[in-house]
């Protein structure tokens, strides 16, 4: 069982940076893919980033390349999201979520929200223009 916390959300300024984190518990922490997802109200839940924890290889969303960069700590089993340049359409609840890596021979699946077996509660992040 693995259990997810998102931390630091809050309302900035466009323009402004901030840094979402998520303190993961269980133990296959390090064979995990680590997914950044947002949601904003009446659209679909979107993949933002994701990181395997077993060699730190990152995936982004091509729209958000850039300026969100995934990181992750495995001894401290959390994972992170640096948002920098943020723009009022980057509002939205922000989720992490984890899947076993090897669930899935192929990379594709990292981006894909069905893939993931464990989701946090979401961290709300609201842009101002």
């Known amino acids: 069982q693995v259990q997810l916390v998102e931390s630091g959300g809050g309302l900035v300024q466009a323009g402004d940076s901030l840094r979402l984190s998520c303190a993961a518990s269980g133990r296959t922490f390090s064979s995990s893919v680590m997914g950044w997802f947002r949601q904003a109200p009446g659209k679909e839940r979107e993949f933002v980033a994701a990181?395997?924890?077993?060699?730190?290889?990152?995936y982004d969303a091509d729209s958000m390349k850039g300026r969100f960069t995934v990181s992750g700590d495995n001894a401290r089993k959390a994972v992170y999201l640096q948002m920098n340049s943020l723009k009022p359409e980057d509002t939205a609840v922000y989720y992490c979520?984890?899947?076993?890596?090897?669930?899935?021979?192929?990379?594709?699946?990292?981006?894909?929200?069905?893939?993931?077996?464990?989701w946090g509660q979401g961290t709300q992040v609201t842009v101002s223009s």
């Open positions: 990181i395997r924890m077993s060699d730190s290889s990152t």
């Open positions: 979520a984890a899947l076993d890596q090897h669930s899935y021979s192929s990379v594709s699946y990292y981006y894909r929200r069905f893939a993931y077996n464990y």
